[in-house]
């Protein structure tokens, strides 16, 4: 059985950095196609795209936000760590991370975020 | 890389098809076979309904379906159900290993 679980801090003040855990199992984040991706949304709003690292460690950000953006991977414990610098009261909301995978080297794939942790909910205020 | 163009809302009635559409350019949905739907209730975790266009996961009731056509792509959800009323989302692979979503689509069953 897949799982992944979100964890961090439910409340940041502006200008600090979020940084956010993602701990999954199930899968191995060494195998060729597989990535985790971290995904946003705020109250009442839309699911927006924010970061991903794969499997041989090639991370890609939305290019809106990037600049603000690191990710990693710690594959022998199972983990992947995204942070946020700078953080702003728009930025408040529901944080997801999601396993992704990608048809790669003629693998087949469901090119999809497949499996979804349950989110964690980050407020930014003062 | 700008949001892919979903309605902000459809309806129908039990038992009725309809079609949710997913409005991207050439660099994402129709450059690329990789569009995948999410079916999202209040307060849960988004699901994975469709993957590369037109794909069901297992579990997945075959009422539902996807396709595309140019830089268009549809979720199509027949003989509704009062369960299917919930929050749709498209997502398309954008290139070079990065993703875009669309700006959901709350469905509701009369």
């Known amino acids: 059985q897949i799982t992944l679980k979100e964890s961090g801090p439910t409340l940041v003040k502006p200008t600090q950095t979020l940084t956010l855990t993602c701990t999954f199992s199930?899968?191995?984040?060494?195998?060729?196609?597989?990535?985790v991706g971290w995904i946003r949304q705020p109250p009442g709003k839309a699911l927006e795209w924010l970061a991903v690292i794969y499997w041989d460690d090639d991370k890609r950000y939305s290019p809106s936000l990037r600049y603000r953006f690191n990710i990693n991977k710690d594959t022998s414990k199972n983990l992947v760590i995204f942070t946020m610098t700078n953080m702003d009261p728009m930025d408040t909301g529901t944080y997801y991370c999601?396993?992704?995978?990608?048809?790669?080297?003629?693998?087949?794939?469901?090119?999809?975020?497949?499996?979804w942790g349950l989110g964690t909910m980050v407020t930014v205020s003062s | 890389q700008s949001a892919l163009t979903q309605p902000r809302s459809v309806s129908g009635s039990p038992g009725q098809s309809l079609t949710i559409s997913c409005i991207g350019t050439n660099s994402d949905v129709g450059g690329y076979n990789y569009v995948s739907w999410y079916q999202q209730y209040p307060g849960k975790a988004p699901k994975l309904m469709i993957y590369?266009?037109?794909k069901r996961p297992s579990g997945v009731p075959d009422r539902f379906s996807g396709s595309k056509s140019g830089d268009t792509a549809s979720l199509t959800i027949s003989g509704l159900q009062a369960e299917d009323e919930a929050d749709y989302y498209c997502c398309s692979y954008a290139g070079s290993y990065s993703w875009v979503f669309g700006g959901g689509t709350e469905l509701t069953v009369l």
């Open positions: 590369d266009v037109n």
């Open positions: 199930g899968f191995s984040l060494s195998t060729t196609g597989v990535g």
């Open positions: 999601a396993r992704v995978e990608i048809t790669y080297a003629g693998i087949l794939r469901q090119d999809a975020f497949d499996v």
